[in-house]
């Protein structure tokens, strides 16, 4: 059975996108059709609409979700019809290299869908990081569905499928942060913004969120900075450093993905200090530094993907924060909208007005 439904297509390169009628088949061994209440609106979807992934159009967008199992297919155990999900990009394999030595967040064999979506007419798509949320319904890898409490939100529950589960694994996976530590998060938008939220749930001391834009500063103090720097205005390093004694922060998270923020990031660290980018850069960037510097200055320097993060493990884990009162998800949700509402999201998060806005099915 073929199921025909609504669901934002990105065409070609750089043109808005459109509401169309696909195809999804009903699930095939592995496989799970799940119905979706509620899909954020990502920077990384406007990256593939934007050509900065790959090539591959048409892209069904959308991967940051929540939703209910409707079928699964030969060989499911872990998900069942009528479980409540959010949905990941990285379903671990169990058997790779990095699975084997017991670090199943750096998965290298992670699994997607097998059958393609297609557009009406028969033409596969390339669903937006193996999912493609913006769609009543998706097809996806049964690992991808990760069981969690039915009472939690599906607006706020679905952030933790990319935007917030990257940050706050930023510094709480990646970074180490603990209780009494100091950290500044440079960029605030959804990422940086849950950074600041899990080192303030991991107990961290001072909380230093840095940006350019004083309505994301203001922001920061309601999901816990408890202190901020406009370094449109102020050189952000020497300003880290006067409000943690002159040392610096014991984790810096660059959640911007730019060179000069990530040189920033570098030296607002502490000796021995850790650096994370979450900032996903560009293609063509380059950084330099005096390796001197870095030698001198000990410490380690990390990226972090998707917050080092193990979907079956943290996702019930936030859910229960959030459940308890401890871990704000309904704030990083700016607005709700509908499917044919994702052009004019993608121009508000452009210019900063949101920190997310989900599209509601």
Request: charged fraction near 20%.
């Amino acid at each position: 059975m073929t199921h025909e439904v609504r669901a934002v297509v990105a065409r070609k390169k750089g043109a808005p996108v459109s509401v169309e009628t696909i195809l999804v088949p009903d699930p095939g061994p592995g496989e799970a059709l799940v119905k979706v209440q509620a899909c954020g609106v990502c920077h990384t979807d406007l990256h593939y609409r934007e050509g900065g992934i790959n090539d591959e159009f048409p892209f069904l967008l959308g991967h940051e979700a929540a939703g209910v199992v409707e079928a699964v297919g030969e060989g499911v155990t872990g998900v069942a019809p009528g479980d409540y999900v959010i949905l990941n990009w990285r379903a671990v394999c169990g058997q790779c290299r990095a699975c084997s030595r017991g670090r199943p967040w750096y998965c290298f064999n992670t699994h997607n869908a097998v059958q393609p979506m297609t557009l009406a007419d028969g033409n596969p798509l390339s669903p937006a990081l193996g999912i493609g949320a913006f769609a009543e319904k998706t097809l996806v890898a049964a690992g991808q569905c990760t069981k969690v409490d039915p009472s939690a939100s599906a607006a706020a529950a679905g952030l933790l499928g990319c935007g917030v589960m990257a940050g706050f694994g930023a510094a709480v996976n990646t970074g180490g942060v603990g209780r009494g530590d100091s950290i500044a998060v440079i960029g605030c938008g959804g990422v940086g913004m849950a950074a600041i939220a899990g080192a303030k749930v991991a107990g961290a001391s001072k909380v230093i969120a840095v940006d350019v834009d004083e309505r994301k500063l203001e922001w920061a103090g309601r999901f816990g900075a408890t202190a901020t720097v406009n370094s449109a205005k102020t050189d952000p390093v020497e300003a880290i450093r006067d409000l943690t004694g002159g040392f610096g922060a014991d984790v810096v998270v660059e959640a911007v993905g730019r060179p000069e923020t990530y040189e920033q990031a570098f030296y607002a660290r502490d000796l021995a200090g850790t650096v994370v980018l979450v900032g996903v850069p560009t293609p063509e960037t380059t950084i330099e530094l005096p390796l001197l510097d870095v030698f001198g200055r000990g410490g380690a320097l990390k990226s972090s993907w998707y917050g080092d993060c193990l979907p079956a493990r943290d996702f019930p884990a936030l859910i229960d924060l959030y459940l308890q009162g401890h871990f704000d998800l309904d704030a990083f949700v700016s607005e709700k909208i509908g499917l044919d509402e994702v052009e004019t999201a993608f121009e508000k998060m452009h210019r900063g007005d949101v920190l997310r806005s989900v599209v509601i099915l």
